[in-house]
C-alpha cells in the first residue's frame, strides 16, 4: 500500500524566513494535495497537483510535484505568524484510481516566531 | 468549490453513550467520506458515505461502532456508538468536488 513521509516533523522559523515542507511516497503519485490545519480544526484546502514538474502558488505559498511524480515540496516565502498551523500531504489510496479517498502523511508543524 | 458544515464542533461526552455528527453540504456531491484523527496523528478514512444504500467501510472500523447514514446528496451523519475515552478523536466529513477534495471543520470529541 502507499505511505506518505513528510520532513521535517516540526519546524520553528522567524518571521520573514523561507521554509520548505516535503512529502515523499512510497509509490508514483497520480494526485496530491496540500492541506493546512489548525490545531483542533478542520482542513482547508492549498492546492492539488497533478502532473509530474507542475508547480502551483497561492499567495507565498509554492508547491511542486517533482518529474519523476513521488516528491512533493511545499516552500512557503517570507513567512508569518498566519502561516502556522499543521501542514499535511494527501494521496490517493488506490494510487492511479480517482477514488476519493486519502491517505497521509504525518504532518508538519510550523511555528513562526514574531 | 464545496463548502461543509459539521455539528457539533465540539463535544464532551460520557463513556458507553452515543453521540452522532452531522454534515451538511452546500451543494449535491457523489462522494462523501468520514475520516477520524487520534491526538497527535494524522486522518485515517473510517468510510465512504453511500447514498442509498450502506457505507463502505475501511479495514479496521465496523458498522456496529460507526453506523452511517446518508438520506440525500448533500447530508451525511456519523454516529459514533458506545464510545471509550478511545474515541476522543477529531472526526472529519469530505467530499470530493471537481478535482477537489474538501474537508470540514471537524467534530471534536472527548470522552470522559
Known amino acids: 500500500s502507499q505511505e506518505l513521509e513528510q520532513s521535517p516533523q516540526s519546524l520553528i522559523v522567524q518571521e520573514g524566513k523561507n521554509l520548505t515542507i516535503n512529502c515523499t511516497s512510497s509509490?508514483?503519485?497520480?494526485?496530491l494535495y496540500w492541506y493546512k490545519q489548525k490545531y483542533g480544526e478542520g482542513l482547508i484546502f492549498l492546492m492539488m497537483?497533478?502532473?509530474?514538474?507542475e508547480e502551483k502558488s497561492h499567495e507565498k505559498i509554492t508547491a511542486k510535484l517533482d518529474e519523476k511524480k513521488q516528491q512533493s515540496s511545499l516552500h512557503i516565502t517570507a513567512s508569518q505568524p498566519s502561516h502556522a498551523g499543521i501542514y499535511l500531504c494527501?494521496?490517493?489510496?488506490?494510487?492511479?484510481?480517482?477514488?476519493?479517498?486519502?491517505?497521509f502523511g504525518q504532518g508538519t508543524t510550523l511555528q513562526v516566531k514574531p | 468549490s464545496a463548502v461543509i458544515s459539521q455539528k457539533p464542533s465540539r463535544d464532551i461526552c460520557q463513556r458507553g453513550t452515543s453521540l452522532t455528527i452531522q454534515c451538511q453540504v452546500d451543494?449535491?456531491?457523489?462522494?462523501m467520506f468520514w475520516y477520524r484523527q487520534q491526538p497527535g496523528q494524522s486522518l485515517t478514512l473510517i468510510a465512504t458515505?453511500?447514498?442509498?444504500?450502506?457505507?463502505?467501510?475501511e479495514s479496521g472500523f465496523v458498522i456496529d461502532k460507526f453506523p452511517i447514514s446518508r438520506p440525500n446528496l448533500t447530508f451525511s451523519t456519523l454516529t459514533v456508538s458506545n464510545m471509550s475515552p478511545e474515541d476522543s478523536s477529531i472526526y472529519l466529513c469530505?467530499?470530493?468536488?471537481?478535482?477537489?477534495?474538501?474537508f470540514g471543520e471537524g467534530s471534536w470529541l472527548t470522552v470522559v
Open positions: 509509490k508514483t503519485l497520480y494526485g
Open positions: 451543494s449535491q456531491v457523489t462522494m
Open positions: 458515505a453511500n447514498q442509498g444504500s450502506e457505507a463502505t467501510y
Open positions: 494527501g494521496a490517493d489510496q488506490h494510487g492511479s484510481s480517482n477514488t476519493g479517498k486519502l491517505i
Open positions: 469530505s467530499v470530493s468536488s471537481g478535482d477537489t477534495i474538501y
Open positions: 497537483l497533478q502532473k509530474g514538474g
